[in-house]
């Protein structure tokens, strides 16, 4: 199995500074198996009562190294076809992350703000300690770069609630705009927010090595210049949107080219580009611009939903290798479930017992930040590219992200919350 430190580079002297006929062609057979495998498992998945993204991630395992040791994967995907499909990838990354910072929106909170936090908080820092203490445990199973970056990111990893696959769980089942949805969307856009801070908190510090101390330091100001300065000239921009009542083709190139280059700032800072795209969406001016969000979430979500996450999806299934799974793997498989499903569950459950809420509304509140599908997948991607996981861990890993995802449709049907918080329905905004 390869790594993305390990693939060939795209200006091999074998092509110069251009594809090859037969990179070209790989290339784009690959995208259209890509893009019919995605489809094909992912109504499949809906037929099952699940999210797409679990049929997708499945489609990238199957054509990964698990099957035949590799020889699937090795003729459909050629190793000098892969750095590619891992650039769109990344493109693809990036623009998801921006839709998911354009998405968090404080009036998601809708007047229950203090169950939120409650449910938010605790169901991050639980299992962001159990993870730590799972990492401690299982360390020297794994070569990582560095003990402390390595117990700093599984806590991280353990905490991270998939919002935008929670947002279409809640509105498959009708259940976006009751109270126990409002309460789960503003409790997960929260708890996002907390989680990516702690993992560029261990990226930063992984990555300290390589880019300078100095220049890490200098994600603060980049901060302050983002909100200061960014941030008001966004709002001149979106005025324009709310003249003209479409979205330009200016404002949306401007818009895109601005989300990769605060992409390109935060690599070149040390921390990953997801921070710098997810940052650029989340400055954009909230007041008075949601049918601007809206049109940008449709325009752009949409190619990046069918081309570009797909290949997200198979780039990273094909990292990951089941096939040499032992009785220990499978051992340190069910202390992972055990720790991320038990941690986030427990630690939703106590936040909404706190606040006051039935038993079987806080159960169905901790299987909803239970789901973990594409965001988790990005973190762990983060992780192996920085040497902080290795490829088995990885591996273990995404199958818990696999695992937490698909549990919470069949769970929600067994518990079926009381009428009571399905009658009432606040006015919240969700994403579509």
């Not at 401690?136 to 794994?142: A, D, G, K, L, Y």
Request: proline fraction near 4%.
């Amino acid at each position: 199995m390869t790594t993305p430190s390990a693939l060939p580079s795209a200006r091999s002297p074998e092509n110069g500074e251009s594809l090859t006929s037969h990179q070209i062609i790989f290339l784009f057979v690959d995208l259209a198996l890509i893009l019919l495998l995605a489809r094909l498992l992912g109504m499949a998945a809906a037929k099952l009562g699940q999210p797409p993204v679990i049929g997708e991630v499945l489609a990238g395992i199957l054509l990964g190294p698990t099957l035949f040791h590799g020889a699937i994967s090795d003729t459909l995907v050629p190793t000098d076809v892969r750095p590619f499909l891992s650039a769109l990838a990344n493109v693809g990354v990036a623009i998801f992350m921006f839709i998911v910072g354009l998405e968090l929106d404080k009036d998601l909170i809708g007047g229950r703000g203090r169950t939120a936090v409650s449910v938010s908080v605790l169901s991050i820092v639980l299992p962001f300690l159990l993870g730590m203490a799972l990492a401690w445990f299982i360390h020297t199973n794994h070569h990582s770069a560095e003990r402390t970056a390595f117990v700093l990111f599984m806590g991280a990893a353990m905490s991270v609630t998939a919002f935008p696959v929670l947002a279409r769980i809640l509105s498959d089942r009708g259940l976006q705009r009751t109270p126990l949805g409002a309460i789960s969307l503003a409790s997960a856009a929260m708890g996002d927010v907390i989680a990516w801070c702690l993992l560029a908190v261990v990226v930063a510090r992984a990555g300290a090595a390589n880019a300078g101390q100095l220049l890490i330091l200098a994600v603060i100001p980049y901060l302050a210049l983002m909100f200061l300065v960014v941030r008001p000239l966004l709002r001149r921009l979106t005025s324009r949107y709310e003249g003209a009542g479409e979205l330009s083709l200016g404002v949306l190139a401007t818009l895109l080219g601005g989300l990769l280059v605060s992409g390109a700032i935060t690599e070149w800072l040390g921390l990953h580009f997801i921070f710098g795209a997810f940052l650029f969406g989340l400055v954009l001016p909230r007041d008075g611009v949601k049918a601007l969000r809206d049109d940008v979430i449709k325009r752009v979500g949409q190619v990046s939903g069918v081309l570009l996450l797909p290949v997200y999806f198979i780039v990273a299934g094909l990292r990951v290798d089941l096939s040499h799974l032992d009785l220990s793997g499978l051992g340190e498989l069910v202390l992972i479930l055990l720790v991320a499903i038990g941690g986030k569950f427990l630690g939703a459950f106590l936040g909404a017992r706190l606040s006051g809420m039935a038993n079987r509304e806080s159960a169905v509140l901790g299987t909803l930040m239970n789901t973990r599908g594409l965001t988790e997948l990005i973190i762990l991607s983060v992780g192996l590219e920085m040497g902080v996981l290795d490829d088995e861990l990885y591996s273990l890993m995404v199958v818990m992200a696999v695992v937490t995802t698909a549990m919470a449709g069949p769970l929600l049907s067994l518990l079926r919350p009381q009428q009571a918080f399905l009658d009432e329905r606040p006015r919240v905004t969700t994403p579509a």
